[in-house]
């Protein structure tokens, strides 16, 4: 398929499937007229890459360890055999995944300990005014009687 049939088809746009092919995350075959030419696996590898990067990869993230996109989708929904250790003895998806969740963590520790502070500093200063509003469904501004 061409590259706009398969941008659609992994919910991708030209532009990003091109630019993923300029990342190294994927390469495809040319015809003899030189078009791009994808196969399914191609979609399913972009589907994996979109993936990722929604759940808070980098696209650096996912280059260290591209050589194993494609296992885990041949794996039948088990565990794959990743192997793919660096000449250090690390495995690149392993390390590079903890580090991200870490980060999350720390960054939603971050995060509460900020809205503890507002929530206190709000407290403080206009009482149970704001502890007993959802802001969703009640104007935390009601006009004065």
């Not at 495809?28 to 929604?54: F, I, K, N, P």
Request: aromatic fraction near 4%; charged fraction near 25%; charge should be negative.
């Amino acid at each position: 398929m061409r590259i706009g049939e398969a941008a659609a088809a992994a919910g991708l746009t030209p532009r990003a499937l091109r630019y993923y092919e300029q990342r190294g995350l994927l390469a495809a075959r040319r015809t003899l007229s030189g078009h791009r030419e994808y196969g399914q696996g191609d979609v399913h590898r972009l589907r994996t890459v979109r993936e990722l990067l929604d759940a808070g990869l980098t696209i650096g993230d996912i280059q260290s360890f591209v050589h194993v996109l494609d296992l885990a989708s041949s794996s039948g929904g088990e565990a794959p055999e990743i192997g793919g250790l660096d000449g250090a003895g690390h495995c690149p998806v392993a390390e590079i995944t903890l580090q991200r969740l870490a980060d999350l963590d720390r960054r939603i520790e971050r995060l509460t300990e900020l809205r503890n502070r507002l929530d206190d500093a709000l407290a403080h200063r206009f009482g149970d005014l704001f502890r007993t509003v959802d802001p969703i469904t009640t104007d935390p501004c009601p006009s004065p009687a």
